[in-house]
């Protein structure tokens, strides 16, 4: 990972590290206070802060993106508190190599010192190799700190959850990314060759990776430029860098979350954004159209119906036209989600209708409008005294639907927003019209 420091003035190298390694590496911090960024952990009200000043490390899982200083902590903290620094990564490791760990861990325990293990990428292990952690946690033989990029509650085991405390990192901000290109220009004696606004741009293609940031400046002080490059001159002298997204992976997920609360929120300029952001990274636009559709059903519903026509004509013309050209139908259908008057009532009646469906079970309608295919059928009552509508004055019979053991129910409630303003209206009339032809049969009956 990124090592990442707060000072002006380059730190002193390790023996270790040799002149020409890369720059991360030679900028690498000696203590936590010179980690940037990640204050809210390594001060001193953070919890790495204190169990520091304690000398007293639990085991932990260190969340956060890439390049924001996982690795950097676990090392410093192994120093700081006195253990001997292990490290193993998910992604070359086996049941071998944690057999080795945690044997060389225990021998140095029986000679009265403790192990700090680092596990990085912790999360590509799968669940039984995470068990296998367990007891040498327990016992003490190792003090586990795992790194990973991805969400801890659907990545590790409970168990190992349990007996770890999460901390997340965060990504890097544009204060701590521009103390490290000023760190960097001490360490080679030079500033980077760039004007203000490609310095700008520079930590702005960064996206909190403090690791990114230094390889790209390393390339920068690499070659002899005639004159400070300019924003468009950068871009075209380094690579862009691709948005990090993982389509089956938290980020996945929270963009996804991002765009549908932006619509349901009626905010169209903030829909577009995440839009963008998961077009441009490289996501299905199907699937984006999916979920599009989905949020016209459950978020506008009959406030404005043709919400779902534009999504499925969208899917339509994207179908028909493909990248890049179909993806403006499907930043028309988001639009106009966006922008369509709201309601949640279709989506609460389908919710409250499935739950008394249930809770009911197999009640019969009611006689009157029940099939009647045979002769027998009729004889026992069925379809008897059925009303058609479209006989009945305004087309409306009023008859009851509704099973003899339910009573009525109000599973429905348009919003009052859009066309369900109009259903609202044409609803309460059809109440209205049922409370006068009962009072009227009431009075009928009562006449008899």
Not at 95 to 109: G, I, M, Y
Not at 218 to 238: K, N
Not at 281 to 286: F, K, M, T, V
Not at 415 to 430: F, N, P, Q, T, V
Request: proline share 6%; glycine share 8%.
């Amino acid at each position: 990972m990124a090592d990442l420091f707060a000072g002006m003035e380059p730190a002193p190298l390790p023996s270790t590290v040799p002149v020409d390694a890369p720059l991360a590496d030679r900028l690498r911090p000696a203590q936590l206070s010179e980690v940037v960024g990640q204050d809210h952990l390594t001060g001193p009200e953070g919890a790495i802060g204190r169990m520091v000043a304690a000398q007293r490390l639990s085991s932990m899982i260190l969340w956060g993106p890439p390049g924001t200083g996982k690795t950097t902590i676990a090392r410093l903290l192994a120093a700081a508190v006195g253990l001997r620094f292990a490290s193993i990564s998910a992604v070359f490791s086996g049941v071998a190599d944690l057999k080795k760990v945690f044997a060389e861990a225990r021998e140095h325990s029986r000679m009265g010192q403790r192990t700090l293990l680092f596990v990085d990428e912790i999360h590509r292990f799968n669940r039984a190799q995470q068990d296998g952690f367990l007891p040498f946690v327990e016992d003490g033989t190792v003090t586990l700190v795992g790194a990973t990029t991805e969400n801890p509650s659907f990545e590790l085991n409970a168990a190992l959850l349990s007996r770890a405390q999460v901390l997340i990192l965060h990504r890097l901000g544009q204060t701590a990314l521009e103390q490290l290109l000023t760190r960097a220009e001490a360490e080679m004696e030079r500033p980077l060759p760039l004007q203000s606004a490609a310095r700008e741009a520079l930590i702005a293609s960064a996206d909190g990776d403090g690791r990114f940031l230094l390889n790209q400046a390393e390339t920068l002080f690499a070659v002899d430029l005639p004159e400070p490059l300019d924003a468009a001159g950068l871009s075209a002298f380094l690579q862009r860098r691709v948005a990090v997204y993982d389509k089956d992976r938290e980020g996945h997920y929270n963009l996804i979350s991002a765009l549908h609360k932006s619509i349901r929120g009626s905010d169209p300029q903030a829909a577009l954004y995440y839009l963008a952001r998961m077009l441009t990274a490289g996501e299905e636009p199907l699937y984006l159209l999916r979920r599009l559709t989905r949020t016209a059903i459950e978020d506008i519903g009959l406030a404005d119906p043709q919400a779902l026509n534009q999504c499925l004509a969208a899917k339509d013309a994207y179908e028909f036209l493909g990248s890049p050209e179909g993806e403006l139908a499907i930043v028309q259908a988001c639009l106009y989600l966006a922008t369509a008057p709201k309601s949640n009532a279709a989506y609460k009646a389908q919710k409250q209708a499935w739950r008394i469906a249930k809770e009911t079970g197999s009640l019969m309608p009611p006689a009157n409008i029940l099939n009647a295919p045979t002769k027998l059928m009729k004889q026992i009552g069925y379809g008897a005294n059925y009303q058609y509508d479209h006989d009945a004055e305004g087309g409306f019979s009023g008859a009851n639907y509704w099973p003899d053991e339910l009573p009525p129910q109000d599973f429905y409630a348009p919003s009052g927003r859009g066309l369900e303003k109009r259903i609202a209206e044409r609803m309460a009339w059809w109440d209205e019209r049922r409370r006068a032809l009962r009072d009227q049969d009431g009075e009928v009956g009562d006449r008899g």
